[in-house]
């Protein structure tokens, strides 16, 4: 095993983030030194099951720990109230109690729900996050929202439930396919264009495996920064949201076949393409934005009409009252939140829109 980086998140009772290799096969020691001797479920999916469960499971038990798991089928369209009902079954069938806790490993579905679940679960259970997917590195698995999707939007019912302890094995990178590797990165350049710097530097090398713990650290310890100052998205944590407004719309016009990342990459080439032609921006942005998106095999345009992005996002939760929130860059490093009107989306929108 090696540990590249630890970082700790310092909210509630705080947690740690181990990145690194060979995680897998040693997760057991790490969670028995927080849970000893305790009950456990690991909450898992049908992709990742197959490939991860039983490394897992065997550490957990070589630990101490007593296992049982639940696998669920994989994919976005499952990130539902059923999915979650199911879990919660589950994890009364095995008889977990207070003191027992979960584990989801798998992608950013599979975090969010069993957070979710353990969130609810008697009141709440602890949980523990094995992120496997670029995404559920550099953003999900952090921050403590967790939630699944109504058929009316995304992420509609949920709770903020922090995990306990997160640790990301980079081994397990290399069994994604290359959409889904792609995907994440969209998340990891999002946070590189908030927080500038290192990270947007690290990022602008290029897509290469030897800086991945690099770049997942430094998007934790940005999103680990911004939830500790505004856990509950009052005010700074909104950033976190750049691209999403348009993302969330264009997975939603696509029934949801437009994976998140997918959607976030071609929303954030939007809000920068918009910056610069509303001269919102104080450098130029739409260029460099999507060139970098580019570079990670990201799209940049959508098929979707600006009028039914906005229609989309107007059933998006993010509206409150008649002004919705977006995010705007203003620069690499810098962005700002803005209060529009409707009327002001659809002119970002088709200021954007390519
Ligand atoms: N809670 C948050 O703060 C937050 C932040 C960003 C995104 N999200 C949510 O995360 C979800 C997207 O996450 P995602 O992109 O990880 O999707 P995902 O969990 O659906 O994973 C994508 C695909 O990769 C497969 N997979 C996962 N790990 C694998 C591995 N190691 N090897 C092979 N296949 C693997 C999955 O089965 C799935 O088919 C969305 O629901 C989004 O709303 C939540
Ligand atoms: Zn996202």
């Not at 709440?124 to 967790?146: A, E, H, N, R, Y």
């Not at 860059?329 to 962005?335: E, L, S, T, Y």
Request: glycine letters at 12%.
């Amino acid at each position: 095993m090696k540990i590249e980086q630890h970082l700790r998140v310092k909210v509630g009772d705080g947690y740690d983030v181990y990145i690194g290799s060979g995680i897998l096969e040693n997760c057991g020691r790490f969670i028995s030194d927080l849970f000893p001797m305790r009950n456990c479920m690991i909450i898992s999916e049908s992709n990742v099951a197959p490939l991860y469960l039983e490394t897992v499971q065997k550490s957990c038990e070589a630990a101490g720990l007593h296992v049982s798991s639940f696998v669920f089928p994989a994919g976005e369209d499952q990130k539902t109230l059923g999915t979650f009902g199911m879990i919660l079954n589950a994890m009364a069938d095995a008889h977990l109690t207070r003191k027992d806790f979960a584990i989801a490993l798998g992608g950013g579905v599979c975090g969010d729900i069993t957070g979710f679940a353990a969130g609810c679960y008697m009141r709440g259970i602890p949980f523990v996050q094995i992120p496997t997917t670029v995404l559920s590195m550099v953003d999900s698995s952090v921050g403590g929202k967790c939630a699944v999707d109504l058929p009316q939007g995304k992420n509609l019912a949920g709770v903020f439930h922090q995990p306990s302890l997160v640790l990301c094995d980079t081994d397990t990178l290399s069994t994604l396919t290359p959409e889904v590797f792609a995907d994440g990165c969209a998340e990891a350049i999002k946070t590189g264009i908030l927080n500038g710097g290192a990270l947007y530097e690290l990022l602008m090398e290029g897509p290469e495996e030897g800086r991945l713990p690099q770049i997942i650290g430094h998007c934790i310890a940005y999103k680990g920064g911004v939830v500790e100052r505004d856990e509950k998205e009052q005010g700074e944590r909104k950033l976190l949201n750049l691209g999403h407004t348009a993302g969330h719309a264009i997975e939603k016009c696509s029934n949801f076949g437009i994976s998140h990342g997918s959607a976030v990459a071609i929303g954030t080439a939007i809000m920068a393409r918009a910056a610069d032609a509303l001269a919102w921006s104080t450098e130029p942005l739409g260029e460099e934005v999507e060139s970098l998106l580019k570079d990670y095999n990201l799209p940049v345009i959508t098929d979707y009409e600006p009028e039914e992005l906005l229609e989309a996002a107007l059933a998006d939760k993010k509206r409150s009252g008649k002004l919705i929130t977006i995010i705007m860059p203003d620069a690499i490093g810098h962005c700002v939140m803005r209060e529009v009107t409707k009327e002001q989306l659809l002119e970002v929108f088709t200021a954007g829109w390519r």
